[in-house]
């Protein structure tokens, strides 16, 4: 039996705290990275530390600080700490598969959703722009998993490597409202809404990494950690005879590119999508992106397995748009050890030895 088996289901609570002090008595073997990683994100803002406390590939101090609490350790936890420090080609394969996964799912979508030879749906459009649910989700709209049934939802697939978006906001006083703001690796960066900044609305100006310009006079600006990034907004519907009230803060919504709100081309009804169905012909031909043309993988996690060692390839390629922010180089070193990283597509450029060890970690993800 593999050793990762009898450490998870065999030795008790006991035994696991102890191999874990035991790593403790030899800090290069287990911490050694975690400190070193602790240490840079402490001089990083508060607005680029991430919040997860369980992030493959590198914090294992939430273990330490858990045996020092007595709270529970639990065997993902015991397994994320052993691939984590692994240097077995097999192991860093799969750690490279859970820590890709949300950033190959996140790519998909934008593709998927934002493509015109997608069949239409609740929330498909532009990307850059805010694409609005005119009516409540139903049973038959299978794109996210268990949505609101008292809510009206916009969702807007952004860009940011071509410069940054203004998002105008009215004043919403008599319901709950929120946009949330995730990154391409699904890590929430920032909110507008009731709770995070009231109900007078705003105007706020959305930036990219890469982006070094002055945020203009009566704009608020969130910064996103990766240029890849995704709004979902809600709003409250208070039942069936509430609906036109809804659908007139929608459309006080708009989502524009900053080029074109500087320059006055902005179009306010190409932000908003109307009716259930994204209609492309409401939206300027540049929101159009020519790459897209293409059918693209569809974002099912279905679909995700079934690529096999190709998954890499397509890991490569989202870093490569999207690098981790902060940096973790000992990360992007560790999996480019195996040929797994920016750029890199080891299904055709590996040797046999590298393609023998990712097929092995991806059959064991």
């Known amino acids: 039996m593999p050793l990762i088996n009898i450490i998870l289901f065999k ?7 102890a191999l874990v002090l035991s790593f403790i008595a030899a800090p290069h073997t287990f911490f050694t990275s975690t400190f070193a990683q602790t240490t840079n994100i402490e001089n990083t803002t508060s607005a680029q530390q991430s919040t997860s406390t369980l992030e493959p590939g590198g914090a294992d101090l939430t273990l330490l600080q858990k045996i020092s609490t007595k709270e529970p350790v639990t065997a993902l936890q015991i397994k994320m700490a052993l691939l984590s420090n692994s240097n077995n080609p097999g192991d860093i394969a799969t750690l490279a598969y859970i820590w890709g996964y949300p950033l190959v799912s996140m790519e998909r979508s934008f593709n998927w959703f934002t493509n015109p030879m997608v069949p239409t749906g609740p929330s498909h459009g532009p990307a850059n722009a805010l694409n609005c649910n005119r009516e409540l989700i139903t049973p038959n709209d299978t794109d996210v998993v268990s949505p609101n049934a008292d809510t009206l939802y916009c ?31 699904t890590n929430v960066y920032s909110y507008v809404g009731t709770r995070a900044t009231g109900s007078s609305g705003g105007t706020y100006l959305i930036t990219g990494p890469d982006w070094k310009g002055e945020v203009p006079n009566g704009m608020t600006e969130i910064w996103s950690p990766t240029n890849l990034a995704w709004i979902i907004q ?8 509430d609906i036109d009230n809804v659908h007139a803060i929608q459309d006080q919504m708009h989502l524009a ?16 999508t109307v009716g259930t169905n994204a209609s492309w012909t409401l939206y300027p031909a540049s929101f159009v992106q020519a790459e897209q043309q293409q059918n693209p993988v569809s974002p099912k996690p279905s679909f995700i397995p079934t690529t096999g060692i190709k998954i890499y390839d397509e890991i490569g390629t989202a870093i490569t748009d999207n690098p981790l922010n902060p940096p973790d180089p000992a990360l ?11 750029g890199m597509t080891p299904s055709t450029q590996a040797n046999d030895t590298v393609k023998k060890s990712t097929q092995d970690g991806y059959t064991r993800r």
């Open 257 to 272: 590119p900053l080029s074109e709100v500087s320059q006055g081309n902005a179009s306010e009804q190409g932000s908003t």
């Open 332 to 342: 992007v070193t560790k999996f480019s050890s195996i040929g797994i990283g920016p």
């Open 155 to 185: 969702i807007a697939w952004m860009d940011l490597s071509k410069g940054p978006l203004v998002l105008k906001v009215p004043a919403i006083t008599d319901r709950y409202y929120t946009f949330q703001f995730l990154d391409a690796y």
């Open 234 to 241: 809600r709003t409250l519907l208070k039942g069936t005879s």
């Open 11 to 17: 030795i008790s609570l006991t035994a696991m705290l």
